[in-house]
Every structure is written in C-alpha cells, then in structure tokens.
C-alpha cells in the first residue's frame, strides 16, 4: 500500500539547489513528503523555476512589518493544510509565535557543523579557522538563529587545497543528501 505522504511547505529566498533535490526526493515512491506550497520572501529567487517547471504552487509573500509577514505565511500555509516545513536557504528568521505553532514541524539546513558557525559565511570562517571539518546540519527551527535541535550532520575534510569556492561546492553537495536523510529519519 502507498504510504500517505505529509503536506509540505519549503520556504526559500534564493537559488533553491535543495529545493530542486527535495522535489526530486519527494517524488520517490518511500518519500514521506509531497511539496504542496513553496514560499518565498524574494520575488526574484532562482529557485520559483523549480516550483514553476513541477507546477507546484508558489506564493512570493514580503512584508517590512514581521507580524504581517508571518501572519501571511501562516494563513497561506494553513489554507494549503501544510504539515511540514523545510527552509531551504531562507533567509528570515522565525518567531516563537510563529515556530510555536508549528512545534517540530519546521526544520532548516545549515552550511557548517552547529553549534559552529551560525548565521552567514560559514566557509570562510571555515577556512580562516584552519578547521580540519566542516559539513552540515539539518535541525529543528527555533525562535533562534540556526539553534534548534539537531537532527542530522555530515562532516566532511577541509583539505589543504580547499578554497572558498570548492568547500562550498563539497558541502553543498552533501547538504543534497543529508536533508532527505533527515526527512526520514523524523517522518519515518
Ligand atoms: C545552503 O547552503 C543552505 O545550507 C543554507 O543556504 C544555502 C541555500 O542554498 N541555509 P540553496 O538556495 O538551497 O541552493
């Protein structure tokens, strides 16, 4: 019998290289996601192609006011009976209000090895660190930047000719196989 596979939600703000992999996850027959709805603050991000050429819905929702902005995503969100959020590379952070009340249902993915490197250039503090590892996480979302439960991490080696733009494309690459790893392993 085909699994009943949850309503889900993935909130952008760019190039959505781990939305297209979580499209493309969500279609296996074991996934335990369909994407219903993708969202994004940024009407220019690269990523609506991937909703667009899977006809998916997608909504671009910006408001200066946090309150209204939330309250937007929020109706959108339960208008569309999303069960599950992934953020992929989006660049809000969340209320309590908010993650309150979707508790454990909103998870993120994280260029580094938290509770290293929060927030942004994650690589170059990588690098300037002279870290022998990096990788990422996926975690639950909190009301704090990039600090909810973890739920999965892949390290992988910094090597000595490592720069800024092959470390990015290393873990870039491994984010594309941990998030759906993650998926299941609190779906399933
Ligand atoms: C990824 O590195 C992700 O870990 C971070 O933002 C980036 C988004 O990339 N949160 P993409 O838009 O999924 O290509």
């Not at 969202?39 to 819905?57: E, H, M, P, T, V």
């Not at 671009?60 to 995503?73: A, T």
């Not at 503090?125 to 704090?144: A, I, Q, R, W, Y």
């Amino acid at each position: 019998m085909a699994i009943k596979k949850i309503n889900t939600a993935v909130l952008i703000s760019g190039r959505g290289s781990n939305l297209k992999n979580l499209i493309f996850f969500s279609k296996k027959k074991n996934s335990p996601i369909i994407i219903k709805l993708v969202i994004s603050d940024n009407s220019r991000a690269k990523g609506l192609i991937y909703a667009k050429k899977n006809f998916i819905k997608f909504k671009v929702i910006k408001n200066k006011d946090r309150k209204i902005f939330e309250n937007k995503i929020k109706n959108e969100l339960l208008h569309n009976k999303i069960k599950f959020i992934c953020l992929a590379g989006f660049m809000k952070i969340l209320s309590k209000n908010f993650v309150n009340k979707f508790k454990n249902k909103i998870i993120n993915i994280h260029p580094s090895l938290l509770p290293k490197y929060k927030g942004l250039n994650t690589h170059e503090k990588v690098l300037k660190n002279k870290d022998k590892f990096s990788g990422c996480t996926v975690h639950f979302v909190n009301e704090n930047l990039d600090s909810g439960k973890i739920i999965l991490q892949k390290k992988i080696k910094v090597l000595k000719n490592d720069n800024l733009a092959s470390l990015k494309k290393k873990v870039l690459m491994i984010e594309h196989k941990v998030y759906p790893k993650a998926i299941i392993k609190i779906l399933k």
